[in-house]
C-alpha cells in the first residue's frame, strides 16, 4: 500500500507529463513594425539646452534637462525618463512612447513630479516629429504643440507652443538636444 505521500507525488508526475505532451500553441507576438522602430531614435542618453517659459507672458529662461530612452522588452514601447532644471525647479519625468498600428498614429503618455500627465497624439513627416495635445498651463486647459527636428543620429531641435484663445501659437519652450551616449 502506498503512503499518501507517495500517492500525491505520482499524481504531480503524471499531471506534469501530460502537460509537457500537451500540444504547444506559438505564443509570438508579430515583430515591430517599421513604424514602431523607428521610435528607437529616442532610445539613448540626450542633453537638452534651451529657453522656456512659465506662462505665455513670462520672459523667456534657460534650462537644461537630461534624458534616458530605452525600449521596453518586446520593442514596441520606448520609455523615457527626464530631469528638467529650470524656472519651476528640478523636475522629473517619465513618459511611455508607441505606435497605434490600427489608427496610424504615435502617441505618448507623460507624467512628471508636479503632478501633470499628459496625453499626445503625433506624427512623423520626414524628419520631423509633431505632437498635439490638450495641456494645463497655470491651471488654464490649452492647446499643446510640441514639434521636433532631428538634425542628424545625434541631435534634433525641438519647440513647444500653446494656443492663445485667439487661436495663434505662442512659444514656451525651445531648444536643442543632443545625444550623449550610445543606443
Known amino acids: 500500500m502506498h ?8 499524481w504531480v508526475l503524471v499531471s506534469i507529463s501530460a502537460v509537457a505532451q500537451a500540444p504547444q500553441q506559438s505564443a509570438s507576438a508579430p515583430a515591430p ?8 531614435y529616442f532610445a539613448g542618453d540626450w542633453t537638452l539646452t ?3 517659459k512659465v506662462s505665455p507672458s513670462s520672459p523667456s529662461v ?11 522588452p518586446g520593442g514596441y514601447f520606448v520609455e523615457i525618463h527626464s530631469v528638467s532644471h529650470g524656472p519651476l525647479g528640478d523636475v522629473h519625468g517619465v513618459r511611455m512612447m508607441e505606435y497605434n498600428p490600427e489608427k496610424q498614429v504615435y502617441t505618448y503618455n507623460a507624467y512628471n513630479s508636479l503632478g501633470e ?4 497624439i503625433g506624427n512623423v513627416q520626414s524628419n ?16 499643446g504643440r510640441y514639434t521636433f527636428t532631428a538634425q542628424s543620429p545625434y541631435a534634433y531641435t525641438f519647440k513647444s507652443e500653446v494656443q492663445k484663445p485667439d487661436g495663434t501659437w505662442v512659444t514656451v519652450m525651445e531648444g536643442k ?7
Open 3 to 10: 503512503s499518501p505521500s507517495a500517492a500525491a507525488f505520482m
Open 33 to 40: 513594425t517599421p513604424q514602431q522602430q523607428v521610435m528607437g
Open 50 to 52: 534651451g529657453t522656456a
Open 62 to 72: 534657460p534650462f537644461h534637462a537630461t534624458e534616458h530612452g530605452e525600449w521596453v
Open 117 to 120: 500627465h499628459q496625453v499626445a
Open 128 to 143: 520631423t516629429w509633431t505632437w498635439n495635445a490638450e495641456e494645463k498651463m497655470n491651471g488654464v486647459t490649452t492647446n
Open 177 to 183: 538636444a543632443t545625444r550623449t551616449g550610445s543606443k
